[in-house]
């Protein structure tokens, strides 16, 4: 009956998950990856425990957008794009003629291109509602994009023309590269802050779509727009925080480091090189989780939970919904900057070809959904556990076609059962996701 009072066993929160589980789940997934360096190769092992701290600071982004306040965004892959841009804006080196051919031409059309934007809004505040305001504002928008175009388009294609199967873009500023992984995170931030301005208002299925379009446009740019960062043509020996393999194999004092240990010096300094990585991301990745859980655990994160059970009981508290859920979308997005900066130093290159939505913002879902979203340490076990999953169901999934059909004839059969071995990825993805929506749907580490 409606009016019954719920019993105890109703009303009573679901008691707290103990460190058992946590620990239990975290030494499996260390098992995985122990196995795969025993069995495969320790170069392997840590190449793929690499991309899992990046893919679980991305998760640790979209959680704090969707754990915290309950944002579903799937722009993901615009922010991680930002973030692989700003390393070489920050530390790729300058192009040899390349400011001086149009350079001062395209940040005066960049600086023109704001203006117009910020007198267009100022004059639709300051004029009152009417023809008139409508007029002005289609007038100063139609004048600024002509003034804009005349001033950007010439300084682009000098820019561009300028010796482009090598360069044809402005280059970067020859910095540090571990400078590029907070700029990363502060260019997603200000993207963020400008999406936010204007989707934010939207219901969830429609912030969806709208992040989902902004960051196809965003991509779009990146694609077309050779000055900044070449488009397709790819830039790559983008500088690395660490040495390069062959320096070392260059070093005596290395080489004779690694035949007091009986190592081959190739398989030595790959794995040192990948372990200084691994030393690298670790410390962002603590350092990123400190910071949210005391977030968390902050009247502000419990302020945001609030916004997120109820948003209608929270403004009636006196909550600035719409001002909170701006902040933490901006916080979120950060996060994932940061992390599409280190993936692109990683790689030691910017590939805007393979910014793929499957990549960028189905799996980083899975991964928040199959941790547990709203559990920081969830997100992180999740990132793991998937990006495992996603390098090494292919193989062993060819693996188990080949034994399954070794006691078969040869034909078409059995070769197009080899052949499916490969789509054993987004089947075993899918699955995964399944099974955990169906017997654990708060993730694998519940928020507590």
Known sequence: MSGAPASPSMTAAAPAQG???????AAFVALLFLGTGIFQSWTLALLIVNMALVSSIMALGVNIQWGYAGLFSVGTMGFVALGGVSVVLISSAPAPGGWAAGGPGILLGLCMGAATIAAAVMAAAKLPKG???????????IAGFLIFRAIFDPA?????????????????????????????????AAAAWAIGKTALGLRSDYLAIATLGIAEIILAVLKNEDWLARGVKNVISLPRPVPYEVDLQRSQAFLDWANSFGFDPITASSIVVRLMYTGLFAIVL??????????????WGRMMRAIRDNEVSAEAMGKDVTRRHLQVFILGSAVIGIAGAMMTTLDGQLTPGSYSPLRFTFLIW????????GNNWGSVLGGFLIWWLWVMVEPIGNW????????????????????????????????????VLRFAPKGLLPER
């Not at 910095?175 to 590029?180: D, F, G, T």
């Not at 603590?286 to 009247?299: E, G, K, R, V």
């Not at 899975?366 to 979203?373: C, N, R």
């Open 131 to 141: 023809r008139v305001r409508g007029l002005a504002v289609a007038a100063i928008l």
């Open 400 to 435: 188990l076609m080949t034994v399954v059909t070794s006691g078969m004839a040869e034909g078409w059969l059995k070769g197009h059962l080899i052949n499916s071995a490969a789509h054993m990825r987004l089947l075993t993805m899918g699955l995964i996701l399944l099974l």
């Open 156 to 188: 682009v294609q000098a820019v561009e023309a300028n010796n482009p199967s090598v360069h044809g873009n402005l280059g970067g500023l020859g910095l540090p590269v571990l400078l590029a992984w907070p700029v990363g995170g502060l260019l997603a």
């Open 286 to 299: 603590l350092l990123l989780i400190w910071l949210s859980q005391a977030a968390l655990h902050s009247p």
């Open 19 to 25: 460190p058992g589980r946590a620990l239990l789940l």
């Open 366 to 373: 899975v991964m928040v959904i199959v941790g547990g979203s």
